[in-house]
T-cell receptor, first 114, second 113 residues
Framework: KQEVTQIPAALSVPEGENLVLNCSFTDSAIYNLQWFRQDPGKGLTSLLLIQSSQREQTSGRLNASLDKSSGRSTLYIAASQPGDSATYLCAVRENTGTASKLTFGTGTRLQVTL | DGGITQSPKYLFRKEGQNVTLSCEQNLNHDAMYWYRQDPGQGLRLIYYSQIVNDFQKGDIAEGYSVSREKKESFPLTVTSAQKNPTAFYLC????????????FGPGTRLTVL
């Protein structure tokens, strides 16, 4: 059974700092991996999607990498801002048959302070 | 604007009642999903649907039911058989079951009184 772990569970950094969020998964037979942002009481906003054949994806100040063989992904946030404060979730889509199933981590709660 | 809408935003239910959560999308996506989110846990899949008039159970389908009569709509009914229904419910959709990622609605918070 696929398990997704995110470390750390919570993180507080001063504004302007670069930071890395970690995601690990137990079964490397994934189809893709997706990073989401969730603000309190809100739905999920997709940030980056990495296909299993890709090594990284970039969007603005965000860069996500994928090392499928070791079961790891990182989300790098450059020059953090208070508006980046949110919970960040990673989810993997398994490469099994026709069923589409995302397995989610429990998230990293990020706070960027002034 | 294209997107996914969920209603209501907040829902209160008395024990023993069935309630239905609405999910509508105008993205022309074929696949739709329902997830449940509890504090300290990752999202868990309740049901998903690949096409109209077809749906499959997810990991925690007991106590829930769905229908998919229209491509745009995928309502979720929380029945009285669901032992602990208080949670945040999220609906999502995707173009197909694979490939591009899933897009989420704003969620419905259900509280059982």
């Amino acid at each position: 059974k696929q398990e997704v772990t995110q470390i750390p569970a919570a993180l507080s950094v001063p504004e302007g700092e670069n930071l890395v969020l970690n995601c690990s998964f137990t079964d490397s037979a994934i189809y893709n991996l997706q990073w989401f942002r969730q603000d309190p009481g809100k739905g999920l906003t997709s940030l980056l999607l990495i296909q299993s054949s890709q090594r990284e994806q970039t969007s603005g100040r965000l860069n996500a990498s994928l090392d499928k063989s070791s079961g790891r992904s990182t989300l790098y946030i450059a020059a953090s801002q208070p508006g980046d404060s949110a919970t960040y979730l990673c989810a993997v889509r398994e490469n099994t048959g026709t069923a589409s199933k995302l397995t989610f981590g429990t998230g990293t709660r990020l706070q960027v302070t002034l | 604007d294209g997107g996914i809408t969920q209603s209501p935003k907040y829902l209160f239910r008395k024990e023993g009642q069935n309630v239905t959560l609405s999910c509508e999308q105008n993205l022309n996506h074929d696949a739709m999903y329902w997830y449940r989110q509890d504090p300290g846990q990752g999202l868990r899949l309740i049901y998903y649907s690949q096409i109209v008039n077809d749906f499959q159970k997810g990991d925690i389908a007991e106590g829930y039911s769905v229908s998919r009569e229209k491509k745009e709509s995928f309502p979720l009914t929380v029945t009285s058989a669901q032992k602990n229904p208080t949670a945040f419910y999220l609906c999502a959709s995707s173009i197909g079951l694979r490939g591009l990622g899933q897009y989420f609605g704003p969620g419905t918070r259900l509280t059982v009184l």
